[in-house]
């Protein structure tokens, strides 16, 4: 289970959010500078996708109000346009109006054979900003960005 550590900080006006988190293992893996597609994720879907491309992309995660103290699990799955699994590595984001102000420590995990699994939990210096969890995968194939909006909830 990760554990985010969220600081507010004013600086020029913006909020700016340091995320931190330990455990899950790590490897190297191959990244690429590919330009990222971006999906944003349907609230009555359940997921967050890419269904275009050569990297097809899905984020599953139980809903859009994690509990503070309360673990909550997310997936990541990701092919190439043929549906094979992709290796390479996801970076685990948070962003507040558009602007990204924190990442998970470490920022980068390994994906292998197409998927990631990992559980966050989030402090209650999270709650009440509409904050919109961010994961970049890159592959060999490509890069996509993944976005869940979230409201932490005490």
């Known amino acids: 289970m990760r554990l ?42 359940g997921r967050a996708a890419v269904t275009t491309g050569p990297v097809h992309a899905k984020l599953t995660a139980p809903d859009h109000s994690p509990k503070v103290g309360k673990g909550w ?44 699994h990992d559980i966050l939990t989030f402090p209650k210096e999270a709650v009440g900003y509409p904050l919109t969890f961010q994961v970049v995968v890159h592959t060999s194939a490509g890069s996509v960005l993944l976005g869940w909006p979230v409201m932490v909830h005490p």
Request: charged share 5%.
């Open 4 to 45: 985010i550590t969220i600081q507010v900080l004013s600086v020029s006006g913006a909020l700016v959010f340091g995320a931190a988190g330990c455990g899950s293992s790590s490897s190297s893996s191959h990244s690429t500078s590919t330009p990222a597609t971006t999906s944003t994720a349907a609230a009555s879907s």
């Open 73 to 116: 699990p997310y997936s990541v799955h990701v092919t190439d346009a043929q549906g094979h699994p992709l290796s390479g590595t996801v970076k685990i984001e948070f962003a507040y109006g558009g602007q990204v102000v924190g990442t998970d420590h470490p920022a980068v995990h390994p994906l292998r054979d197409g998927v990631w």
